[in-house]
C-alpha cells in the first residue's frame, strides 16, 4: 500500500477542522450537562431560597439561560470558523490540493473503498449540520424549530465519526499504515 505524505495545507486544514469539532462537541457538551437550563436553574433557585429571594420559574430560567447565553454564542462563532474551513477544504482541490476521496475507483480495496465512501458520508453530513446552522441564524424565523431539530442529530454522526475515525487511524498504525500519526503531524514519510 502506498504511503502519502500530507502537504502543510493538508495538515493545517486537517487539525483546525479537528479542533473546532472538539471545541463545538465541548460546548455541547456543556449545555446538555452542567450549563443546561434545567441544572442551572435548580442551583439558581435552591441558592435563592436559601437567600430568602423569590422568582418565578419562568425568571430563573430566563436567568439561566442568560448565563448559559456567552458560552452557546461559542458554539455560533465555532459553527462559521468550521464553515470557513470546510469551504477552504472543499476549495483546495481546484488547486491540486487535498484531493476528494473516489470510491468508484478502479482497482480499490474493499478497506478502501468503504474509508472513502465514510468520508464522502461525513462531509455530506457536515454540509447539512452547518447549512441547517447557518439558516437558524440567518433564515426565516419560522424555520428555526424544524431546522434545530435536525441540526441537533450532528452529534450522534460527529461521535460515531471520531470513534470510526481514531479506530482507523490505530488499526492503520499498527499494521499497514506505520507512521500515518507521525505524517499528519510532520508531513514527513520516514523511511
Known sequence: MEKTTYSKIYRVIHWAIGISFLLLLITI???????????????IENYLQRAGVTLTRRQIFG???QIQEPMWQWHIYLGYILTGLFTIRFTL????EMKFQNPLGKGLSAKEKLKKWTYIVFYVLVVASLTTGLLMEWGPG???RPLEEIHQLSIYYLLTFIVIHWAGVFIAEFTDEKGIV???VSGVKKE
Open 63 to 65: 436567568l439561566a439561560h
Open 93 to 96: 482541490p481546484l488547486f491540486g
Open 29 to 43: 457538551f456543556l449545555r446538555s450537562t452542567w450549563l443546561s437550563n434545567r441544572h442551572m436553574a435548580g442551583i
Open 182 to 184: 507521525s505524517r499528519i
Open 142 to 144: 419560522n424555520w428555526r
